[in-house]
């Protein structure tokens, strides 16, 4: 893995890139994704959570059975950037930590595994709906495991709850990974 520190790389079709990037080799089976980890200001804390995720945007190359992922970090602070590296697997996930600091980044050494359930139904769907109601002071991240792709809810007002719902789409007996960022608590 290594980092770069690059500014105003280029020009093409009139998009200029600044920032950073780093690159990890996926092997076979295997699909990784990065989020950046952002804190919100203090003058927003009210009606938001206290971090949200940035999903990094990423290029691949392969090199025989391996993908070369480059990730982008558009906008690095001045201080460092906490990552959240998730690579996804058959039945599994890989959790991994990371601080990008200057031209340095820096990875667990501890990774964390978590292995798939697949919640049973015994009716037969292809999807089942899920409602609930959203805490805007909470930002949940749900992932499909095979594609990597997020989930994203549907946000409505219920008029006659008198409040506002959210509702996702997921397949039946498949399994979601979702995460959150919280303050570790001592």
Same mark, same amino acid.
């Given at each position: 893995?290594?980092?770069?520190?690059?500014?105003?790389?280029?020009?093409?079709?009139? *998009?200029?890139?600044?920032?950073?990037? %780093?690159?990890?080799?996926?092997?076979?089976?295997?699909? +990784?994704?990065? *989020?950046? @980890?952002?804190? !919100?200001?203090?003058?927003? /804390?009210?009606? #938001?959570?206290?971090?949200?995720? +940035?999903? /990094?945007?990423?290029?691949?190359?392969?090199?025989?059975?391996?993908?070369?992922?480059? %990730?982008?970090?558009?906008?690095?602070?001045?201080?460092?950037?906490?990552?959240? @590296?998730? #690579? &996804?697997?058959?039945?599994?996930?890989?959790?991994?930590?990371?601080?990008?600091?200057?031209?340095? @980044? +820096?990875?667990?050494?501890?990774? !964390?595994?978590?292995? &798939?359930?697949?919640? *049973?139904?015994? !009716?037969?769907?292809?999807?089942?709906? %899920?409602? *609930?109601?959203?805490? &805007?002071?909470?930002?949940?991240?749900?992932?499909?495991?095979e594609t990597t792709e997020e989930v994203k809810p549907t946000v409505y007002f219920d008029e006659e709850a008198n409040e506002v719902r959210g509702k996702c789409k997921l397949k039946a007996n498949k399994p979601y &990974?979702? %995460?959150?960022?919280?303050?570790?608590?001592?």
């Amino acid at each position: 893995m290594y980092i770069e520190n690059r500014r105003s790389v280029g020009c093409i079709d009139m *998009y200029v890139w600044e920032g950073k990037h %780093f690159s990890i080799m996926d092997p076979n089976n295997v699909n +990784t994704v990065v *989020y950046q @980890i952002n804190e !919100t200001l203090k003058e927003d /804390l009210k009606n #938001s959570p206290k971090y949200t995720v +940035t999903r /990094l945007d990423y290029t691949e190359e392969m090199y025989g059975d391996k993908k070369k992922k480059t %990730f982008y970090i558009d906008d690095p602070s001045d201080n460092k950037d906490e990552l959240v @590296i998730l #690579s &996804f697997g058959k039945d599994r996930v890989v959790i991994n930590m990371a601080i990008l600091q200057g031209d340095k @980044i +820096t990875i667990s050494k501890k990774p !964390t595994p978590l292995k &798939f359930n697949t919640l *049973y139904s015994d !009716t037969e769907k292809e999807y089942k709906e %899920f409602k *609930y109601t959203p805490n &805007f002071k909470r930002q949940i991240s749900i992932i499909d495991p095979e594609t990597t792709e997020e989930v994203k809810p549907t946000v409505y007002f219920d008029e006659e709850a008198n409040e506002v719902r959210g509702k996702c789409k997921l397949k039946a007996n498949k399994p979601y &990974f979702a %995460f959150e960022i919280k303050e570790k608590k001592d």
